[in-house]
Structure formats: structure tokens, C-alpha cells
């Protein structure tokens, strides 16, 4: 079964992970988040970092590892850069909770699969929804003569 680090701006990263055990609470072994905090030097986030995986690969690196990081070119994003191997480990950035859920539920799945269910589950977590409902909207008053025109 793969694993998945978080590794995002602090607190996303915990928060994250509390929203995954929320739901799944039997992920707490395979799910590890590691929040970067303001001003740590992106060496001492690499090293954590590494330390994270390889207890989360196994003694030598049997599991996949899944890394989530929240923005494409900030610091989260370039640790896990370094660490992601492309066979054993892949990386995936703009983590948000549709996608970590989706990943939680699939990671008995081969890792590139559960790329491709990350990116699709983050993906199609994200749509514009109306703020009510046309049946629960007021009735408009009508003037003889007035036209209202939807645009």
C-alpha cells in the first residue's frame, strides 16, 4: 500500500491530514504531514523531509510515496522536488481536500494510478456552485411594462 506525505505552508499541512483522518480514520500510519514553517531554511525542511519518507518508503523503499504539496515553485514544492525519485515517489502540487480524500481512498493502487486519481480528484473537487437555489429566490415584483432581462 502506497503512502502520502503532505508537506505545505504551516498549519495546511496538519490540517489536511486531520481532514483525511476525519474521514478515514484507520489512514493514520500511511498519511504524515509536514508543515513548513515561516523562515526555516529549506535545508532543515529537505532533511525532515527525507526522514519522512524513508520511514514512510520502508527500510528500503518497497512502498510508494505519494508527496502533496500546496503551491507549484514555493518551498513546500521545491523540498518535495528533491525527494521525488519518479519511481518510487511522486509528486503532485495544488493539494486540496478532494484530492487528499481521493488519494486516502486509493492508495492501494499502483502509484501512477494513484497520480492519475489525484490529479483527477483535485481537479474535479473544484466547480462554481450557485449561492441558491432558483426556486429558493425571491419572486421579482413586476411593473406593467417593465422587462427584466437575465444576462
Known amino acids: 500500500m502506497n503512502s502520502i506525505l503532505i508537506i505545505a505552508h504551516a498549519p495546511l499541512a496538519q490540517a489536511l491530514r486531520q481532514c483525511a483522518l476525519h474521514v478515514f480514520p484507520d489512514c493514520d500510519a ?7 514553517a515561516p523562515n526555516t531554511p529549506p535545508e532543515e525542511t529537505l ?3 527525507r526522514i519522512a519518507l524513508q520511514q514512510l518508503g520502508g527500510p528500503h523503499g518497497e512502498r510508494g510515496v505519494l508527496v502533496l504539496t500546496d503551491v507549484f515553485g514555493a518551498t513546500p514544492c521545491n523540498v518535495a522536488q528533491k525527494l521525488a525519485d519518479g519511481v518510487n515517489c511522486r509528486l503532485v502540487t495544488g493539494v486540496n481536500v478532494p484530492m487528499l480524500l481521493r488519494t486516502v481512498s486509493y492508495r492501494h493502487e499502483p502509484l501512477d494510478a494513484l497520480v492519475s486519481r489525484a490529479v483527477t480528484g483535485g481537479t474535479q473537487g473544484v466547480m462554481q456552485v450557485a449561492v441558491t437555489a432558483p426556486q429558493n429566490q425571491p419572486r421579482k415584483n413586476h411593473v406593467k411594462d417593465h422587462h427584466d432581462h437575465q444576462q
Open 47 to 49: 532533511a525532515t523531509a
Open 30 to 36: 500511511s498519511v504524515v504531514a509536514l508543515d513548513v
